[in-house]
């Protein structure tokens, strides 16, 4: 898989100063509460999809436009609700944690409240080691369905745990690679994200460098080959 090729790629677009530029101009909908936010993540979400198909197929043009904004939200809708169906259990835990917390007003005795403190303290360092340990294993597994999920467009690909835990089981070492390369791409986005401007940038960036990263990994296990886009 191309790390570099990740970075440049939207570059060799005609028109990617216009693909970007509305990527980045829908950071501005987070001025609207609740609503505008959840329309920018969806349409990212489906923005960042289509890249993955793009690259997948070999598509020459692997950076998409914006045309079918009603389509890419839908999309990303989907996608959104799937990724939450993964992450419920990390929900449960922070719930739990917080349990501990919850019941200190209605304690007397400062010993007892005291008591209850150190446990729920105890309590989120647990819980939050365990809510970090299934993320990583969520987003793998949700990774694998989201492969997937290329060919077969439909909701029900996501909740079939065994054949996308067999996908990555299968396929260790490239799913690990794709770990390697976002995590450098999130320093990278973190390296932005503190520029002023580059703010505005990050959110375009992290979908179009995630876009084919995950698209290199669905070409190489349907081909045998990274794609050359």
Not at 55 to 61: F, G, L, Q, S
Not at 163 to 185: K, S, Y
């Amino acid at each position: 898989m191309d790390f570099v090729k990740a970075l440049t790629y939207p570059f060799d677009d005609e028109d990617w100063l216009k693909k970007l530029g509305i990527a980045v101009l829908l950071f501005f909908l987070n001025l609207i509460p609740v609503i505008g936010t959840f329309i920018m993540i969806f349409a990212v979400q489906g923005w960042q999809f289509e890249i993955v198909k793009r690259v997948k197929r070999d598509d020459p043009e692997p950076l998409p436009g914006w045309d079918n904004f009603g389509g890419l939200i839908s999309k990303g809708l989907t996608l959104f609700l799937a990724g939450l169906v993964y992450f419920i259990p990390t929900i449960l835990f922070s719930c739990i944690m917080l349990v501990p917390f919850g019941l200190m007003p209605a304690l007397e005795s400062e010993d007892a409240i005291a008591a209850l403190g150190g446990l729920g303290t105890i309590g989120v360092m647990c819980c939050s080691c365990l809510i970090a340990l299934y993320s990583i294993a969520a987003w793998i597994v949700y990774s694998g369905g989201l492969i997937r999920y290329v060919d077969k467009e439909e909701f029900g690909t996501f909740m079939e745990f065994g054949a996308n835990i067999a996908l990555v089981r299968d396929n260790l070492g490239d799913f690990g690679m794709v770990i390697l390369f976002l995590l450098i791409g999130g320093v990278i986005a973190s390296i932005l994200s503190g520029t002023g401007i580059g703010a505005l940038l990050t959110t375009a960036f992290s979908a179009y460098f995630t876009g084919h990263i995950l698209g290199q990994l669905a070409h190489k296990l349907a081909a045998g080959t990274a794609p050359q886009v």
